[in-house]
Every structure is written in C-alpha cells, then in structure tokens.
C-alpha cells in the first residue's frame, strides 16, 4: 500500500509539473511580460520571478499595497523544464531549503553570526540552484523568517520545522529562474485588489501560529546541533 501511495505522488507530480500550469502573481501594478533579469537578488532563492498556485495568496499579497494591486494569472509550459524541487518534508528537503534560504536572504551581519553552522549545512546539503530553469519550494516571507533563524539558533527542531511544512504553513512558490523559464510563461488575466489591512492581519496569524508549535517541540527532538555532529 506504502508503495502504491509513493508511486501515485510521483505520477501526479510528473503530471502537475509537465503540463500547462495556471499560476498566479501578486503585484502592485499589472505586468503581461515578466522580463528576465530584473528584480531583487534577496528573495528566498535568489533573482527570478515568483509565482504561487493559490490565486488566494496573489490576491492577498496584492492587497498590501496602498494604492490597489493585481492578482495576475499567467499560463507556464513546464515541459522539458529542469526542475528542483524543494518542497519535501523530509529531513533532507527540509535543510537543503534552510541552506539555499540563509544564502539569499541573510544578510552579511546575519551570516557572519551563523557563519560556523552555514559552513557545515553548505559542506552537506548546498544545491547549485544556477544549473535549474525552475525551483519548486516553501515561502518565507518575513512572517516565517523566524523559522530559518530559530534552526540556526538550536531553538527549533528538525522534526517541529518539517511538521509545520508537513501542515502547509509556509506555502509553496513556483520560481522560473532560467532565460527559458522566462519563454515558457503567457499572460491570462488580471483582476484588480483592493487595498486593505488583510495582510497584516494575515502576518499577525501565521506568527501566532508559529508561537504555538515552538511550544510543541520536545528537548528528545533533533536540533541543529546533533545534525551537524552527524548524529
């Protein structure tokens, strides 16, 4: 049955992710033509163009802006994409997402804190994520932030970090990374947001929720320090 269960994950990724996939994008003003190169090099897994599959999550990141935004729908052609995917919960997932996370987002006085345990997670679990077109994995907007640094910080578990994937409280994020990811995406539609303060109020939960699951981790789970000992 275990098996049987795996290998109709495996089919239904294969299908998700090599057909035409309607993802969404959330922006404070219309864009019809995502263009390669541009933006921020700091986002979670460095420079590209990040989308999500919830239309919830583009309209709700839409809204934060003062003037109104766009929850943007585009069409991606997948097929014959070079994919990594870092969405497992898994221990392995798990801390290769933390390593390629605290390469772009950390800053120099953040890395140069940790520097000793980022070293090791490099030695152990580091991805060139240059040599892929598109990267499937959890977001970490600053709500959750506090994840990364409390693992960093041996206060947060392996086993209570991969649980709080496991019940999608981080949310995933599709990243078209390479020129030819960048040639495989159409626009669809847009539909107008409003302003409001739903995303605030959205931070102020997801915290909350992360409050409440630290206090569920166990002195018996495996810190970062038994990980990087081999243990």
């Keep these: 049955m275990f098996c049987a269960i795996c290998s109709l994950f495996v089919i239904s990724r294969y299908l998700f992710y090599n057909l ?15 263009i390669f190169g541009l933006g921020s090099p700091d986002n979670d897994y460095g420079l590209g163009f990040y989308l999500t599959p919830e239309e919830s999550m583009a309209a709700l990141w839409a809204s934060k802006f003062e003037g109104g935004g766009y929850s943007i729908a585009f069409d991606v052609d997948m097929k014959g994409l070079n994919v990594l995917y870092l969405d497992g919960q898994d221990e392995t997932s798990v801390l290769r997402w933390i390593t390629i996370l605290v390469q772009f987002r950390f800053d120099k006085f953040t890395l140069a804190q940790y520097e000793e345990r980022i ?72 539909e107008p947001v409003a302003y409001s303060d739903r995303y605030e109020r959205f931070r102020a939960l997801t915290l909350n929720q992360y409050k409440a699951l630290k206090t569920t981790d166990k002195d018996s789970n495996t810190f970062i320090r038994e990980i990087l000992r081999g243990k």
């Design 119 to 190: 070293k090791k997670l490099r030695e152990l679990y580091y991805v060139d994520v240059s040599a892929y077109d598109v990267i499937v994995g959890y977001r970490a907007d600053d709500s959750y932030f506090k994840y990364a640094r409390d693992f960093l910080d041996n206060t947060l578990s392996i086993e209570t970090l991969s649980e709080a994937m496991r019940l999608g409280k981080l949310g995933k994020q599709i990243v078209l990374k390479s020129k030819k990811a960048f040639e495989r995406i159409s626009f669809l539609s847009a």
């Design 20 to 34: 035409g996939m309607k993802l969404f994008y959330g922006a404070n003003k219309l864009i019809r033509t995502p």
